[in-house]
Nanobody, 116 residues
């Protein structure tokens, strides 16, 4: 059974930092890219970042470039999203997702609130 479990969300002031983790089990983690999405209240889910399975190269949506850093530890089957210089507009539930050749698997999400 494939499971993705996010953690690390919380309440942070503007300008602060959080590191999200996504622990994956039951899946050949090292063979596939990891993506992060987020969904703000009342808005559609949007893609945030990708960490590739080859060399851990990352790509980001424009609004988080230079502030968010994705990484992965294949030995631990865990992906990370380091979020710095957080802004109120980063407030959302963050999801990790991984896809094999047939389907996507999603975590339950972790809530991030950026507020003073």
């Amino acid at each position: 059974q494939v499971q993705l479990v996010e953690s690390g969300g919380g309440l942070v002031q503007p300008g602060g930092s959080l590191r999200l983790s996504c622990s994956v089990s039951g899946f050949p983690f090292s063979d596939f890219a990891m993506n992060w999405f987020r969904q703000a209240p009342g808005k559609e889910r949007e893609w945030v970042a990708l960490v590739s399975e080859v060399g851990g190269r990352s790509r980001y949506r424009d609004s988080v470039k230079g502030r968010f850093t994705g990484s992965r530890d294949d030995a631990k089957n865990t992906a990370y999203l380091q979020m710095d210089s957080l802004k109120p507009e980063d407030t959302a539930t963050y999801y990790c997702t991984i896809r094999d050749h047939t389907r996507s698997y999603w975590g339950q999400g972790t809530q991030v609130i950026v507020s003073s």
